[in-house]
């Protein structure tokens, strides 16, 4: 009996279900670089490097191993270029008995996997993804009935499931679940930053540069320089470093944004494990280990543990809850075209031109930049969620559809009109003045409330209000931002009013097809 098993580019892991209690000698392989999924948005250039590039390390890895590889390059004249018509092919060549595969991560690969079987004419085996802490199933039983699906009670619920700095007798590690207000500190100038451990690349990856290079040069961002982990080792030596050198501080600093520092004190560990170089629990155990070792105050460990284990988990989980309709949301009916700067960077607004530019290069930016900076700017100007969404899938190198859309359309547009975030994050400019240095080279006064020299954040941030006040007035958590702008002079109101439309008049749509070929 021949088994097919595909292994997709977010499947990197020995331990991936699909590979389980098969024997090597009963079963074939199949990976597949396809152009579709390179172009179904055009990604960064540097994020199609790194999957490539982590495959075809990870496909030398399985046949050392002792399996048969059918490894299917981009550059094969007979490559189909999609997921079902490469499985079809490989079918007719191998005259598998039957395919097993793991299910897809992203709602659309996994709509294929549906089809497969009508497809080959074959049994085909699905399995659950349990690389994740949380099964589906288990967040399903978490969510039914809820009225709120916040994260903190899914975070809290997920210590106590791993024992993730917990006491014996089932308390939270310094008696508290959060310490999310140690952690809003503005580093002092003059620090020593730690930055990631980079890997040379090797003949492998050089083939791939060389070939994104040829095939997808006219995508965003830039392909040079390339130093990025391509394999389990050096993802966890990548763990190790970020564990010794900069763990220490990631808390207080993790909401701070600096001009030059591209990584601060980030781990930048999330594309090992959204291709499944690193585990969950691996990367949140090297964590905790520093704490009880001394090596990493409590504040920064729990911060990472409740990045991996509660943000990143619920978020998959309400991707799933609310897919497909979740990815079409729009509660505040925003239409904007996505404006050009996002793209080219050009824009006086120095925190949007910097994170843009650090994208650009880097195909990263941290959880703040995007945020309050680069969501913050969408929501308040009244972007479209889809297109700022697309934006988003296009420029990060650990971007997939069921982590970015839920943060964007959920998190950062309150385009889901707040299953996830309880209140819309938008900000003037004080908070970027408070939390960066961008502020004080910018074209812009951060402190000029209203006119051509004000901050864009600011009058945008009030205007965004006024649109919306029919439906947040009630929230809540705005309440004393309702009861500021209806103290306001009805003069001074329209000039916030005034000054944010003649604004948003000087926006140029970005041009066709930087997301998507065609539109």
């Known amino acids: 009996m021949t088994i097919l098993i595909p292994i997709l580019g977010d499947q990197l892991s020995e331990s991936i279900a699909s590979l389980r209690d098969v024997r090597p000698e009963n079963a074939i392989i199949l990976m597949m670089e396809v152009r579709e999924e390179a172009t179904y948005v055009r990604h960064h250039k540097k994020k ?73 004419g074959l049994p085909v085996e699905i399995l659950e993804d349990d690389r994740f802490v949380c099964s589906l ?28 700095l917990m006491t014996p007798d089932g308390k939270p590690e310094g008696g508290q679940w959060n ?20 890997f040379a690349p090797d003949e492998i990856t050089n083939d791939v540069l060389a070939l994104v290079a040829t095939e997808f040069g006219d995508h965003f961002g830039d392909l040079a320089p390339f130093e990025l982990p391509v394999t389990r080792e050096q993802a966890r030596r990548a763990l190790a470093h ?11 600093y993790q909401d701070a944004m600096v001009a030059g520092q591209d990584y601060l004190y980030h781990s930048a560990l999330s594309p090992y494990l959204n291709l499944g170089l690193l585990e969950p629990m691996e990367v949140c155990e090297a964590a905790v280990a520093a704490y009880e070792r001394g090596d990493a105050p409590l504040n920064s460990v729990e911060g990472f543990v ?23 949301r729009n509660a505040l ?32 930016a941290h959880h703040i930049q995007r945020l309050m900076v680069l969501g913050n700017f969408a929501l308040i100007a009244g972007v479209s969620p889809q297109a700022i969404s697309d934006w988003f899938l296009v420029v990060y190198f650990d971007a997939y559809e069921w982590v970015e859309l839920p943060n964007v359309i959920g998190m950062s547009q309150f385009a889901d009109g707040g299953m ?9 400019g004080a908070y970027i003045n408070r939390m960066s240095d961008y502020c004080g080279r910018c074209r812009y006064d951060v402190k000029q409330k209203t006119g051509p020299d004000a901050c864009p954040f600011n009058a945008l941030y009030w205007d965004f209000l006024a649109r919306h006040e029919t439906r947040l007035r009630g929230n809540m958590r705005m309440g004393n931002m309702y009861a500021t702008w209806r103290r306001m002079p009805e003069s001074v109101r329209a000039e916030y009013r005034s000054s944010a439309a003649a604004f948003l008049e000087t926006l140029e749509p970005a041009a066709p097809g930087w997301a998507r070929a065609g539109d």
């Open 48 to 120: 199609i490097a790194l999957i490539f590039s982590a495959m075809r390390h990870f496909a030398e890895a399985l046949r050392g191993a002792g399996w048969t590889v059918d490894y299917v390059r981009l550059d094969d004249p007979a490559n189909c270029h999609g997921f079902t018509a490469e499985l079809r092919r490989a079918a007719e060549r191998h005259r598998p008995d039957r395919i097993r595969v793991t299910a897809a991560a992203e709602y659309r690969v996994r709509a294929m996997q549906d089809e497969w079987s009508d497809r080959t």
């Open 137 to 164: 199933n288990d967040f399903y039983t978490w969510a039914q009935g809820r009225k709120e699906h916040r994260l903190e009670y899914f975070y809290r619920d997920m210590r106590r499931r791993t024992g993730l």
């Open 179 to 198: 310490y999310d207000k140690d952690n809003r500190e503005r580093p002092p100038r003059g620090l020593n930053y730690p930055t990631p451990e980079r």
């Open 242 to 252: 970020f564990v010794a050198t900069a763990l220490p501080d990631f808390g207080r």
């Open 306 to 328: 409740r990045q991996i284990i509660g943000w990143r988990e619920y978020i998959r989980g309400m991707y799933w809850w609310d897919m497909p309709e979740f990815a079409g």
């Open 333 to 364: 009916a925003a239409d904007r075209p996505l404006p050009e700067f996002y793209w080219t960077g050009k824009t006086d607004m120095r925190c949007l031109a910097e994170s843009i530019g650090q994208t650009k290069r880097e195909a990263y």
């Open 420 to 428: 996830i975030a309880s209140k819309p994050y938008a900000s003037g």
